[in-house]
C-alpha cells in the first residue's frame, strides 16, 4: 500500500505491505527536488516505483542501512541510474542485505532487500535550494546518520524520533546513545521533523524536547527502584506493565524487560545488575 502528500516542496510517501486491506507498520520516504530520503519496504515497490514514473531521481539518501529504509534502492537505482549516500559502516550493508540475519518478522513485513551500490556521505548534503548538515546519530544502529537544514529548520530523523513516548527497546539498541544521540539533536532549531515512523512532526523541537524528558524521566526510575532493591522484573512490571503482543510477534526483539536491562547494564548506572 501507498500512500501520498505533499509538504511545501517535499513528496511524502507512506508504505507498507498490504495484507487485504490490513498493513502492520508504515514506513515513510521523502521525495526532496530530486533526491530522495530512504526507500521503504520492497513490498511496495511496483506501486512506488509506479509513483516515480514522472520524477527525476538521481540520489538517494539512507539514513541508515535497516531494510524498511532500503528496501526499493536496488530497484530506483537501476531505473533512475540514481547514485545512493550513506554512512561508511551502513555501506557494507547497504550492498549486502542478507550479512544481517533478519528475523521471521522482518522477512514477513518488510523482507530482504536487494543489495545496491553506494557512496559514502560527507559532512553535508545540498539538495536544490536546501542545505543539509549529515550528522551521525548512534544508539539505533551502526551507521545512522540525520539531515538538518538550518535555513528551513527540518530535520529528517530515520529511526531516531519514532515518536515521544516508547516502552520497548530492540535488542541491538542502546538507550543511553540513543538519549545522548537526541540530546545533542535537541541543540538545534528545529521547527519540523520528518520521522520515517511519524511522517511530518510539526512543533518537531518541543517534541524532540518532550522524547528527552520522558527518556530521562524513565531512566532515573529505573535506576531508583534498582538502588532501593527491586529486581529487574518488577521494575519492568510497575514502570511499564508486562511483555506483550509486541514481544510476542518480534520474538523478543522489541522488549520492556530489554529497555530495563539496558539501562541497568550501562555504564551510566555504577551498580552492577542482578
Not at 21 to 29: D, E, G, I, L
Given at each position: 500500500?501507498?500512500?501520498?502528500?505533499?509538504?511545501?516542496?517535499?513528496?511524502?510517501?507512506?508504505?507498507?505491505?498490504?495484507?487485504?486491506?490490513?498493513?502492520?507498520?508504515?514506513?515513510?520516504?521523502?521525495?526532496?527536488?530530486?533526491t530522495l530520503i530512504d526507500t521503504g519496504t520492497g513490498f511496495a515497490g511496483v506501486e512506488f516505483l509506479s509513483?516515480?514514473?514522472?520524477?527525476?531521481?538521481?540520489?538517494?539518501?539512507?539514513?541508515?542501512?535497516?531494510?524498511?529504509?532500503?528496501?526499493?534502492?536496488?530497484?530506483?537505482?537501476q531505473t533512475h541510474s540514481a547514485r545512493i549516500f550513506a554512512h561508511r559502516d551502513s555501506m557494507p550493508y547497504?550492498?549486502?542485505?542478507?550479512?544481517?540475519?533478519?528475523?521471521?518478522?522482518?522477512?514477513?513485513?518488510?523482507?530482504?532487500?536487494?543489495?545496491?551500490?553506494?557512496?559514502?556521505?560527507?559532512?553535508?548534503?545540498?539538495?536544490?535550494?536546501?542545505?543539509?548538515?549529515?550528522?551521525?546519530?548512534?544508539?539505533?544502529?551502526?551507521?545512522?546518520?540525520?539531515?538538518?537544514?538550518?535555513?528551513?529548520?527540518?530535520?529528517?530523523?530515520?529511526?531516531?524520533?519514532?515518536?515521544?513516548?516508547?516502552?520497548?527497546?530492540?535488542?541491538?539498541?542502546?538507550?543511553?546513545?540513543?538519549?545522548?544521540?537526541?540530546?545533542?539533536?535537541?541543540?538545534?532549531?528545529?521547527?519540523?521533523?520528518?520521522?520515517?515512523?511519524?511522517?511530518?512532526?510539526?512543533?518537531?523541537?518541543?517534541?524532540?524536547?518532550?522524547k528527552i524528558k520522558y527518556m530521562k524521566n524513565l531512566r532515573n526510575k529505573i535506576l531508583s527502584l534498582h538502588?532501593?532493591?527491586?529486581?529487574?522484573?518488577?521494575?519492568?512490571?510497575?514502570?511499564?506493565?508486562?511483555?506483550?503482543?509486541?514481544?510476542?510477534?518480534?520474538?523478543?526483539?522489541?522488549?520492556?524487560?530489554?529497555?530495563?536491562?539496558?539501562?541497568?547494564?550501562?555504564?551510566?548506572?555504577?551498580?552492577?545488575?542482578?
Amino acid at each position: 500500500m501507498l500512500k501520498i502528500s505533499t509538504y511545501e516542496d517535499l513528496t511524502i510517501y507512506k508504505m507498507g505491505r498490504s495484507i487485504g486491506k490490513f498493513v502492520p507498520y508504515f514506513v515513510h520516504a521523502f521525495l526532496l527536488e530530486d533526491t530522495l530520503i530512504d526507500t521503504g519496504t520492497g513490498f511496495a515497490g511496483v506501486e512506488f516505483l509506479s509513483a516515480l514514473k514522472e520524477k527525476k531521481i538521481n540520489r538517494i539518501i539512507n539514513t541508515h542501512y535497516h531494510e524498511d529504509h532500503t528496501g526499493n534502492n536496488h530497484l530506483i537505482q537501476q531505473t533512475h541510474s540514481a547514485r545512493i549516500f550513506a554512512h561508511r559502516d551502513s555501506m557494507p550493508y547497504i550492498e549486502n542485505p542478507r550479512s544481517v540475519a533478519l528475523r521471521l518478522y522482518q522477512k514477513w513485513i518488510w523482507g530482504y532487500p536487494e543489495g545496491s551500490r553506494a557512496e559514502t556521505i560527507g559532512d553535508s548534503m545540498d539538495i536544490g535550494s536546501h542545505s543539509f548538515r549529515v550528522i551521525p546519530c548512534g544508539g539505533h544502529s551502526a551507521g545512522h546518520i540525520c539531515l538538518y537544514d538550518p535555513h528551513k529548520k527540518w530535520l529528517f530523523t530515520g529511526d531516531m524520533f519514532c515518536g515521544v513516548r516508547n516502552i520497548y527497546l530492540r535488542r541491538d539498541e542502546d538507550f543511553n546513545q540513543m538519549l545522548s544521540s537526541l540530546e545533542d539533536l535537541s541543540n538545534l532549531h528545529i521547527d519540523t521533523i520528518f520521522c520515517s515512523l511519524k511522517g511530518v512532526v510539526t512543533g518537531g523541537g518541543n517534541a524532540l524536547s518532550e522524547k528527552i524528558k520522558y527518556m530521562k524521566n524513565l531512566r532515573n526510575k529505573i535506576l531508583s527502584l534498582h538502588r532501593e532493591g527491586m529486581p529487574a522484573g518488577k521494575i519492568r512490571n510497575k514502570l511499564l506493565g508486562r511483555e506483550d503482543l509486541m514481544f510476542c510477534v518480534t520474538g523478543g526483539h522489541f522488549s520492556k524487560q530489554f529497555l530495563i536491562n539496558n539501562v541497568l547494564a550501562s555504564p551510566y548506572n555504577n551498580d552492577t545488575v542482578e
